[in-house]
């Protein structure tokens, strides 16, 4: 009897177990067959199928089970999508399928950055959601921002009392509302105007609320030293996680030091501070051609600086300080800074400052070069790209464990003025050149620093790694093929390489084309949704 029912059973039994096996793993919303998958950890890579679930990776290995879509992507490397940590994509409210991050197999941005942010985070958030956009999204409150709201104005002074409680309750207001952080930008207005104390005080109500302190550093050049003390000083005092932006060494007088800078960055953190940095892999930098004008010229906005220049004075000290900061910087002319947009007259866009200067002045004299960064400036300003790194710095701080890539971007308009390459093609080119071609990192650490490392920083749960259960933000790209395509004459032309890229387990980039799909989310300080 005993011996007869097993008999039976024994099939019925199998029968049910696998069809109960078949109906918990199908169908997947897709399945990759066969990548070469890297799964953002550092890991070396495996060669598994990954199947996606709701949104999620459901499961890496071999998956019996099938997909509504199916893709076989053996040859292909399986990324978790790219978290590009320092972006200037407020326009993503203009342009949300951000064309240009998607296909160089960006998935999420995080905007807020260099000081300045939307200043109603939480409003800034609700409309997005409803607009919805294809990368995910997260924002850092911008310090620049808030001062400029609660002290009315670029001042240069300390804030009173009242200011200062008004910009930590700003603070406070944009963390609560989902900010991952605090940014400043501190050769900016009015950032250039606070002192270490008053960011101490804002960085520890940063901390408070578990965030991150993320700064564009008071000097990339010759007080650069000076810089990183101050930033050590304030990620002691206020304890809080310190991101130093688009780290550089700016002008050939300052070249050569990459190796003393991470020194000094290697012995604060020996000393328990966490301190990490990210990069752009060019050697040329991108801002407001203003920054070629003395702060204190420009103090106090527009009418004032016009004013000054009016003053025969006045006008003469600007040269000289123009001058001696060339001088100091090593550069004999303006040559090195290029104009990238310029509304008030855009043929000169392309063109360095002397080639601008011989072309509106009929000479590039020093003084008619200053004549002409001064003229831009009275006529609303321009964007600029400025030549003044070198690539062993540039290499140097790559090498160093800690550097995420950046693209320092917002969201591209195709064919609009001549911007910097670094939006078309930061992890594209990293990639490429400094991953295929120069050999600089190994292709596992390469995307370590686009995924994890940036997730684990900026504590964005969920993502960054290909695992059970992560939200499946993944970039399938060929790394025989992957490549930047932009360049600084010309600019306009979007990364290629990246076969398909998901974000939230939706497909947005199919064969190097945008699908039009808007999957991405809001990301909260840690109310990420589940
Ligand atoms: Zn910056």
Redesign the pocket.
Known sequence: MHFRSSRILGPLFILLASSLVSLANEPYDFVLRKGRIIDGTGNPAIHADLAVKEGRIATIGKVAGHGKQEWDVSGLVVAPGFIDVHTHAEDVEDRPLAENFLHMGVTTLILG??GTSALNIGGFFKNMEALTFSPNIATLVGHGTIRSRAMRGSSQRPPTEAELEQMKALVHQGMKEGALGLST?LIYMPGVFAKTEEIIELAKVASADDGIYAT?QRSESGEIFNSLNEIITIAREARIRVEI??LKLSGPANWNQADKVLELIESARAEGLDITEDQYPYTASS?GMSQLVPDNIKEGGHARFLERLGNAEAKAKCFEEMKATLNKRKSPDYSYAVIASYKADPSLNGLNIAQASEKTRGGSSIDEQIETVLEIEKKGGASGIFHGMSDADLETFMRHPNTMFAS?SGVRRLNADVPHPRGYGTNARVLGTYVREKKVLRLEDAIRRMTSLPATTFHLTDRGQLREHAMADIAVFDPETVADNSTYKDPHHYATGFKYVFVNGVLVIENDKHTGARPGMILRRRTEPR
Do not use: K
């Open positions: 950055n260099c930008g564009h932006s688009h801002t320092d």
